[in-house]
């Protein structure tokens, strides 16, 4: 994990679920054949709506046609991100386009485990609404270590929830290499 992440943020809305993260239409692609894994990035976020609850939110792709990955490479989000099926293929998706963290008021509590076990993303939760605060396309920076994120676009900071104890597996890089570093099952 690294320790200062900073891009583009791309801002969503409240209970953005995971058929709008990648559309059940686009799951057909294999996750093993790199031609094919490739379109997951492409398609990630590719049903979120173009005006959500009145705000601007998702008024830009998040990965532009022609491309497989994303420019923005920080979320932000409202409460119960993540909600709707269990699909593990959200994060995954969210990963392949080059997202690198989402943060958000509140996760769906399997979409957040599914990030953590796969260490798709880095998962952090805020301890305010910023996804009126920030806007897409603005220049943020996040230190995962302090749980700071700043907007140098407008110049504020906010301190993040801390991780705690996922931290050591996302720096392990998922939840199968953490067990196998903490003795907790065979290394390979």
């Given at each position: 994990m690294q320790s200062i992440i900073r891009g583009l943020a791309y801002v969503?809305?409240?209970a953005i679920d995971t058929d709008q993260i990648i559309?059940?239409?686009?799951?057909?692609?294999s996750l093993?054949?790199?031609e094919e894994r490739r379109m997951y990035g492409?398609?990630?976020?590719?049903?979120?709506?173009?005006?959500?609850?009145?705000?601007?939110f998702g008024n830009r792709p998040f990965t532009?046609?022609?491309?497989y990955e994303s420019r923005y490479t920080l979320i932000v989000?409202?409460?119960?991100?993540?909600?709707?099926?269990?699909?593990e293929h959200a994060p995954f998706a969210l990963a392949e386009a080059g997202a690198q963290v989402v943060i958000a008021e509140s996760y769906a509590r399997i979409f957040y485990r599914n990030t953590i076990d796969?260490?798709?993303?880095?998962?952090?939760?805020?301890?305010?609404k910023l996804n009126d605060q920030i806007r897409t396309g603005d220049d943020l920076e996040l230190d995962t270590q302090m749980g700071q994120l700043t907007n140098h676009t407008i110049g504020q900071a906010w301190l993040l929830k801390p991780l705690g104890d996922v931290a050591a597996i996302l720096?392990?890089?998922n939840v199968f290499e953490y067990a196998r570093q903490a003795g907790l099952i065979p290394a390979r």
């Open positions: 969503v809305g409240d559309p059940a239409e686009h799951l057909v692609y093993k054949r790199p492409r398609f990630a976020m590719s049903g979120v709506p173009a005006v959500d609850q009145g705000l601007p532009d046609p022609d491309r989000a409202g409460r119960n991100f993540g909600c709707g099926s269990s699909r796969g260490g798709f993303v880095i998962p952090f939760e805020s301890n305010e720096k392990a890089g």
